[in-house]
T-cell receptor
Framework: DGGITQSPKYLFRKEGQNVTLSCEQNLNHDAMYWYRQDPGQGLRLIYYSQIVNDFQKGDIAEGYSVSREKKESFPLTVTSAQKNPTAFYLC?????????????????FGAGSRLTVL | AQKVTQAQTEISVVEKEDVTLDCVYETRDTTYYLFWYKQPPSGELVFLIRRNSFDEQNEISGRYSWNFQKSTSSFNFTITASQVVDSAVYFCALVDFGGATNKLIFGTGTLLAVQP
């Protein structure tokens, strides 16, 4: 079945360490997104990519980095520069074409990764 | 600026009650899309509905119905005869067409707890 796989589901990090969250999709979607979810704050966009080898910052990109070397993969690195990294991270994907472009299309989400800084 | 407000942080109902989740949005665009997503305890968001700004017809899908009113900038979601399986966080979202990104702007979500 097609879908998005995020790993690991739970991750613990010591302060000062970088960690990378994996996101893989087999939906042949062009666009991929990373969101951060905190209690009471909804979902906030970290980075997005509409095509391989290209990505843009979202609303809260500071302290994060991404790469898009393959269409099916969009890993997110949480760097030591991120001051408050404890959160639930969601990856999503969609097709880029269609009326209104990628944003107007329905997003498919992964099951998320919960990062806790010790 | 584009914004989505879900004023109800948490709602608790007893099974079989009807419940309405409110969503109010702000946008300067005349063309926009509105969404509802469900987030069960497993974590992934599940798509429920998409509505564009030119289609104000209400929609019904089984026990779910949506009331879109441009005059009040609202896109409310009603669950009829709620069930325990409806317990989840529900997000309303708006597509921001400002710029080339067409980004989704989410509300803060409403946690619905349906008690047996």
């Amino acid at each position: 079945d097609g879908g998005i796989t995020q790993s690991p589901k739970y991750l613990f990090r010591k302060e000062g360490q970088n960690v990378t969250l994996s996101c893989e999709q087999n939906l042949n979607h062009d666009a991929m997104y990373w969101y951060r979810q905190d209690p009471g704050q909804g979902l906030r966009l970290i980075y997005y990519s509409q095509i391989v080898n290209d990505f843009q910052k979202g609303d809260i990109a500071e302290g994060y980095s991404v790469s898009r070397e393959k269409k099916e993969s969009f890993p997110l690195t949480v760097t030591s520069a991120q001051k408050n990294p404890t959160a639930f991270y969601l990856c999503a994907s969609t097709e880029s074409r269609g009326t209104g472009g990628a944003g107007a299309n329905v997003l498919t989400f992964g099951a998320g990764s919960r990062l806790t800084v010790l | 600026a584009q914004k989505v407000t879900q004023a109800q942080t948490e709602i608790s109902v007893v099974e079989k009650e009807d419940v309405t989740l409110d969503c109010v949005y702000e946008t300067r665009d005349t063309t926009y899309y509105l969404f509802w997503y469900k987030q069960p305890p497993s974590g992934e968001l599940v798509f429920l509905i998409r509505r564009n700004s030119f289609d104000e017809q209400n929609e019904i899908s089984g026990r779910y119905s949506w009331n879109f009113q441009k005059s009040t900038s609202s896109f409310n979601f009603t669950i009829t005869a709620s069930q325990v399986v409806d317990s989840a966080v529900y997000f309303c979202a708006l597509v921001d067409f400002g710029g080339a990104t067409n980004k989704l702007i989410f509300g803060t979500g409403t946690l619905l707890a349906v008690q047996p």
